[in-house]
């Protein structure tokens, strides 16, 4: 497949309106010629799920260019780099679909986050591009929600609720590794021992903490957690603690200008100097050189996390 240079690229953030499930992005407003005008690719902060309407061109998924036509289907995950070109500058007709594929996995599997974590790997590992003759049924949820979105009809902020739970499904279902029931199962296992830390990290990395206070979560002693963190993680659980304040540090420098002694604090490191000498270990740069360039770095913190953490 032929192979595009990448120079910078653009982030876009999107936020899902206020209660719902999946920002719908749909009608006539979205018949347009399509990267003529755009000499970058661009990445978002939520999963992208496209449908073409009527028309054809060029998908670029990261250094990959792909055909698409009438009815191709693309899942792009977040923070990863694509434009679309349609053919000779003409008008194409795509509607979007896209969802907090982080916040919807918390809710479909609440109190395990072994298997979220999974579950997220999975569905970042690359893009999609498919099609409605393909994957006819994902093709149907998705008119599904575009049409309730239209519609707006009693009861459509929890059809949509649900419907967009199928399409994590069926994504689910692409990778074989992750089979039905695996979920409960990972209960059972050392793992588990500690999901109520990680699920506290995760709600409260902006509060003070030490590890006598998770591994009290537990019902553990220090030690014995510290070991078991160590084992399953990959960490100490207070390294753990400060790679999760750092992401949460990008994903807020993304989305407002406040000053680093702001997002310092926000995020949960007491002092400047701690936030830059942590965001340096796990970055590799200074929180200002990734603010100004955040192209470099659009893969390299979730992948970080992801090669991390054993088992996940």
Same mark, same amino acid.
């Given at each position: 497949?032929?192979?595009?240079?990448?120079?910078?690229?653009?982030?876009?953030?999107?936020?899902?309106?206020?209660?719902?499930?999946?920002?719908?992005?749909?009608?006539?407003?979205?018949?347009?010629?399509?990267?003529?005008?755009?000499?970058?690719?661009?990445?978002?902060?939520?999963?992208?799920?496209?449908?073409?309407?009527?028309?054809?061109?060029?998908?670029?998924?990261?250094?990959?260019?792909?055909?698409?036509?009438?009815?191709?289907?693309?899942?792009?995950?977040?923070?990863?780099?694509?434009?679309?070109?349609?053919?000779?500058?003409?008008?194409?007709?795509?509607?979007?679909?896209?969802?907090?594929?982080?916040?919807?996995?918390?809710?479909?599997?609440?109190?395990?986050?072994?298997?979220?974590?999974?579950?997220?790997?999975?569905?970042?590992?690359?893009?999609?591009?498919?099609?409605?003759?393909?994957?006819?049924?994902?093709?149907?949820?998705?008119?599904?929600? #575009?049409?309730?979105? !239209? &519609?707006?009809? =009693?009861?459509?902020?929890?059809? $949509? /609720?649900?419907?967009?739970?199928? @399409?994590?499904?069926?994504?689910?279902?692409?990778?074989?590794?992750?089979?039905?029931?695996?979920?409960?199962?990972?209960?059972?296992?050392?793992?588990?021992?500690?999901?109520?830390?990680?699920?506290?990290?995760?709600?409260?990395?902006?509060?003070?903490?030490?590890?006598?206070?998770?591994?009290?979560?537990?019902?553990?002693?220090?030690?014995?957690?510290?070991?078991?963190?160590?084992?399953?993680?990959?960490?100490?659980?207070?390294?753990?603690?400060?790679? #999760?304040?750092?992401? !949460? &540090?990008?994903? =807020?420098?993304?989305?407002?200008? $406040? /000053?680093?002694?702001?997002?310092? @604090?926000?995020?949960?490191?007491?002092?400047?100097?701690?936030?830059?000498?942590?965001?340096?270990?796990?970055?590799?740069?200074?929180?200002?050189?990734?603010?100004?360039?955040?192209?470099?770095?659009?893969?390299?913190?979730?992948?970080?996390?992801?090669?991390?953490?054993?088992?996940?």
């Amino acid at each position: 497949m032929a192979k595009k240079k990448k120079e910078t690229v653009e982030f876009r953030f999107y936020e899902l309106p206020q209660g719902e499930s999946a920002l719908v992005l749909c009608g006539d407003s979205w018949i347009r010629p399509y990267g003529h005008d755009e000499t970058n690719l661009h990445f978002h902060n939520l999963l992208e799920i496209g449908i073409c309407r009527e028309g054809a061109g060029d998908m670029v998924l990261d250094e990959e260019t792909h055909r698409y036509q009438t009815n191709s289907i693309t899942v792009i995950p977040e923070n990863f780099p694509h434009i679309t070109i349609s053919d000779g500058g003409g008008t194409n007709f795509w509607e979007y679909v896209f969802i907090d594929l982080r916040g919807m996995i918390e809710t479909m599997f609440p109190g395990n986050v072994a298997f979220q974590n999974e579950a997220m790997e999975s569905l970042s590992k690359g893009a999609l591009i498919t099609s409605a003759q393909e994957k006819p049924f994902l093709a149907r949820i998705i008119d599904a929600i #575009i049409e309730e979105t !239209k &519609a707006h009809r =009693l009861y459509a902020q929890r059809t $949509i /609720s649900l419907l967009v739970q199928q @399409i994590v499904i069926e994504l689910l279902r692409n990778d074989s590794s992750i089979r039905e029931g695996q979920d409960e199962a990972v209960k059972g296992t050392n793992m588990a021992q500690i999901a109520s830390a990680l699920d506290y990290i995760n709600k409260n990395y902006q509060e003070p903490m030490k590890a006598s206070q998770l591994a009290e979560l537990c019902n553990m002693s220090e030690t014995h957690f510290r070991r078991v963190f160590e084992e399953y993680i990959n960490m100490p659980p207070m390294e753990y603690v400060n790679l #999760i304040r750092v992401q !949460k &540090a990008c994903e =807020l420098m993304k989305k407002s200008n $406040i /000053s680093m002694e702001h997002v310092a @604090i926000k995020c949960g490191f007491t002092t400047p100097s701690t936030f830059n000498r942590n965001f340096r270990k796990f970055v590799g740069t200074s929180p200002y050189q990734w603010k100004i360039n955040p192209e470099n770095y659009a893969h390299k913190l979730l992948n970080f996390r992801i090669s991390a953490l054993k088992g996940w």
